[in-house]
């Protein structure tokens, strides 16, 4: 189970999504965000190393609203042979010392814990609550043989396409905090 230390990061999660989502293709605004964390679920690493995260985040600094989805993988070392675009940033943890921020989707850790999760081998985490699960998250595949798609757009009410064959959605807050739900990950056949 992931121990949720109550203490600093700096720079923040939300400064390092900062400066690293104006950087990615599928970034919707036209400047610097303004984020506010709306949501998200942890997985565990069976070795207690690596943090791992899915974590919706929200940026109002254009005309609508628009929350991201971001999973991350917080590691104590660098990730040997990580693609040049996995590093978001690094932080400095009160508790935990230096710690390295990868792109979720690029990290086979979080890849392999996000597959058993998809086939019911393990649970999702709340994200700030320690020992908690999150019931909310709901996760399902129906072949053996599929791929994973992280939605990096979040949209209340969101289904899976039609031809996915598995899907994780979640919950996370919107607008006036109403929660809402939708798909965070899509999983078609191989």
């Given at each position: ?5 109550r203490?600093?990061?700096?720079p ?41 995260e ?51 989707a690029k ?19 709340a ?60 999983v078609?056949?191989g």
């Open positions: 189970m992931s121990i949720i230390h203490t600093t990061l700096k923040t999660k939300l400064e390092l999504l900062t400066d690293w989502l104006p950087k990615q293709p599928w970034y919707r605004g036209a400047g610097t965000p303004e984020l506010t964390k709306a949501g998200g679920f942890r997985l565990d690493d069976p070795a207690g190393e690596v943090g791992i899915f974590m919706a985040a929200t940026d109002a600094s254009g005309p609508e609203p628009v929350t991201y989805h971001v999973p991350m993988a917080y590691r104590g070392a660098p990730l040997e042979d990580a693609p040049d675009d996995a590093l978001i940033g690094t932080t400095e943890h009160g508790v935990l010392g230096k710690r390295w921020v990868y792109d979720g990290d086979p850790l979080a890849v392999r814990e996000l597959t058993a999760l998809l086939k019911g081998e393990v649970s999702a985490h994200q700030s609550i320690d020992g908690a699960l999150d019931p909310t998250v709901h996760a399902h595949v129906t072949a053996d043989d599929a791929r994973s798609e992280i939605v990096r757009i979040l949209e209340a009410g969101a289904k899976a396409p039609d031809d996915a064959v598995g899907e994780v959605s979640a919950e996370w807050l919107a607008e006036g905090e109403r929660r809402v739900r939708g798909v965070f990950v899509v078609r056949a």
